[in-house]
């Protein structure tokens, strides 16, 4: 016997969409309610409420085997069941469902679930839910049979329609609402399957598996297709449908409804477009960045180094020492442009999924040190004092020396521009608690409000008190740029800021990454 998907829950049960968690967790000690979790990899019950021992006599220890729930499903309601709440969950749809399951003392029991799908801040997901007993209400269903009458007076009182089809699958009524939503004469389908009156322009794999449920008398939800009205507008629907079937549980036929979802689909097309356009101007400039960063950098390579003879003086003296000055303003103008230049280049780079890594064992004691090094002059001129806490002991991190100098280059230059005299930048590097590397790099700068930080992870984005440096020594490329860095070698980056006192970015590498 299949039963229903979905039917009229009691008064009191609780339904998917108020199933909160807070919810969920006053319903534990409800009388007729088991309360569950579960997770939706494994299928394995998390947690179960005491509830479910008297209800259906197992211990609760039992719950928490693998395929327990399975098990003891009735036989003939077994497989769509388990295979209804798989697929849902594939889909990441909440769902209910009405089934039977065999209690410890042998008897069958009618229960409904509820289930909602939840993802957890880590990409676990979990499924939590719960069982009624509806034992009870199924037993006066069945003695007092269905009320026709009630159903129609539903289906002419709803917003969409609702149709029904006999125990061969064909079309056996449709509420008034049909031919009003879908453009179609209602004696163009009565009488006929849907096998023989076809969904014109369907997607053919949509199609295969729409005929394949209705053939094996399985519930359905969101088969969606479009229908060309006469007028020439176009109207998408979406069916669901549940079997029927009478008390010695023969199928009967099917029940369902039909809603109209054009604005949604309407929308759903625009949103797809724009995204398309969108990734089309993304791969547009960043092929023209690739490309205009090659261009100007062989050029200004020439500007660099006539520049640094001119500052050596290495063909004789120029006499005016103003010469030399300009000369080393030239040269030191150009490499900074140089370094945007590059900048620039890895951006598009990135973005054209075009970074090429070349991953090794690092001793990141050793490159932090070296980049405390590089940027030592800097800091002194700006009066900030920097600081290095990496234990000789850390495991060695697995990727791109030249790209994690990059990362912790880039991470110290914005520490140090964004700190007044006087400030400090502290960079550390320990093992995590689940045994990854963390790269922190702190300060005592300007800081930012939360509201900004998305902002400031953003390429070319500048923020407004970003006036607190010299226009010509940023182009907001710093934070982007090394949150691609990072990521491309399989870390994430996170960033704490306030306004007025400072701001800490986390480097995270995965255990994976660190080798010992």
């Known amino acids: ?187 163009t389908l009565l009488g006929k399957t849907r096998e023989e009156t076809g969904v014109p322009g369907v997607d053919p794999n949509i199609w295969t598996t729409h005929l394949d449920n209705l053939a094996n008398h399985r519930p359905f939800r969101n088969f969606v297709h479009s229908r060309a009205k006469d007028d020439g507008s176009t109207v998408w629907l979406s069916i669901n449908g549940r079997p029927i079937f009478d008390a010695e549980g023969q199928f009967t036929g099917y029940r369902g409804s039909a809603s109209d979802i054009t604005d949604r689909m309407t929308a759903e097309q625009a949103l797809v477009a724009a995204k398309e356009e969108a990734d089309l101007a993304n791969r547009t400039k960043s092929e023209f960045l690739a490309h205009m960063s090659h261009e100007l950098r062989t050029p200004l390579n020439s500007i660099i180094g006539f520049a640094e003879i001119l500052d050596r003086q290495m063909f004789g003296d120029m006499g005016d020492q103003r010469y030399v000055r300009y000369a080393r303003d030239i040269r030191q103008s150009g490499r900074h442009l140089l370094d945007l230049i590059n900048d620039l280049l890895d951006v598009a780079r990135i973005e054209a999924g075009q970074l090429q890594l070349s991953e090794t064992e690092l001793d990141l004691p050793e490159i932090i040190q070296a980049c405390t090094r590089m940027v030592e002059t800097r800091a002194a001129d700006a009066g900030v004092s920097v600081l290095a806490e990496a234990p000789v002991t850390l495991p060695k991190l697995y990727a791109d020396e030249v790209r994690m100098k990059q990362v912790v280059l880039n991470l110290l230059d914005n520490a140090i521009k964004y700190s007044p005299a006087g400030g400090a930048v502290t960079v550390r590097a320990h093992t995590t608690s689940l045994g990854g590397l963390e790269v922190r790099v702190s300060d005592t700068g300007v800081g930012m409000a939360s509201t900004e930080i998305p902002r400031a992870l953003e390429p070319f984005q500048r923020l407004e008190h970003d006036a607190h440096v010299d226009d010509a020594s940023s182009v907001g490329l710093g934070l982007a740029l090394v949150k691609a860095l990072v990521e491309g070698q399989g870390g994430l980056m996170e960033v704490q800021s306030t306004l007025g006192k400072g701001t800490t970015v986390r480097v995270t590498f995965p255990p994976e990454r660190a080798r010992t």
Request: charged share 30%; aromatic share 12%.
């Open 1 to 187: 016997m299949k039963p229903s998907i979905g039917g009229d829950p009691d008064e009191d049960a609780p339904t998917s969409a108020g199933l909160s968690e807070d919810r969920f967790r006053n319903l534990v000690e409800s009388p007729n309610i088991i309360a569950w979790e579960l997770d939706a990899e494994t299928f394995v019950f998390n947690y179960v409420s005491p509830r479910a021992e008297e209800i259906l006599g197992y211990p609760v220890d039992e719950w928490f085997g693998v395929g327990f729930w399975a098990e003891h499903i009735h036989p003939d309601d077994r497989d769509w069941a388990v295979d209804f709440c798989v697929s849902a969950t594939a889909r990441r749809e909440d769902h209910e469902f009405e089934y039977r399951m065999i209690t410890a003392d042998g008897e069958e029991l009618w229960l409904r679930d509820i289930v909602t799908v939840h993802t957890e801040p880590d990409g676990s997901v979990l499924l939590r839910g719960v069982m009624i007993d509806i034992s009870e209400q199924k037993s006066a269903e069945r003695a007092a049979g269905e009320s026709n009458a009630r159903f129609r007076d539903f289906a002419e009182a709803a917003q969409d329609y609702f149709w029904e089809m006999d125990a061969d699958l064909r079309f056996s009524f449709f509420s008034d609402r049909f031919t009003e939503i879908s453009g179609v004469p209602q004696e």
